[in-house]
Nanobody, 128 residues
Framework: VQLQAFGGGLVQAGGCLRL?????????????MGWFRQAPGKEREFVAA????????YYADSAKGRFTISRDNAKGMVYLQMNSLKPEDTAVYYC??????????????????????WGQGTKVTVSS
């Protein structure tokens, strides 16, 4: 599967953005999907993930209550709605996927090594 993320931009603190990721060349419903982010000088970190049919979603503590991941299998799209943005949310956001329908362990959800397909990233800048 090939992934392309878009929707990043510059937003003021407290604002919102919706990131989108399109998937092609694969049966989208066979993949779990996720979002990671990488701030300058920091390691890539988990943000959110979702199972094949949207039945279960997972969030980093930093995203809980503010971000929502969703997917539309008919369109081959996954979304990350980000509300109440903070300057510390500034990062490049990456869409990612792995060819499985669910996560076998909770620990695997936030593990970079779980995901074998990555998009090119979209930059989000939150100004204070």
């Amino acid at each position: 599967v090939q992934l392309q993320a878009f929707g990043g931009g510059l937003v003021q603190a407290g604002g919102c953005l919706r990131l989108s990721c399109s998937a092609s060349e694969g049966t989208f419903s066979n993949y779990v999907m996720g979002w990671f982010r990488q701030a300058p000088g920091k390691e890539r970190e988990f943000v959110a993930a979702i199972t094949w049919n949207g039945g279960r979603s997972y969030y980093a503590d930093s995203a809980k209550g503010r971000f929502t991941i969703s997917r539309d299998n008919a369109k081959g799209m996954v979304y990350l709605q980000m509300n109440s943005l903070k300057p510390e949310d500034t990062a490049v956001y990456y869409c990612t996927a792995d060819r499985r329908r669910t996560f076998y362990t909770v620990n695997s959800v936030a593990d970079l090594k779980t995901y074998h397909y990555w998009g090119q990233g979209t930059k989000v800048t939150v100004s204070s």
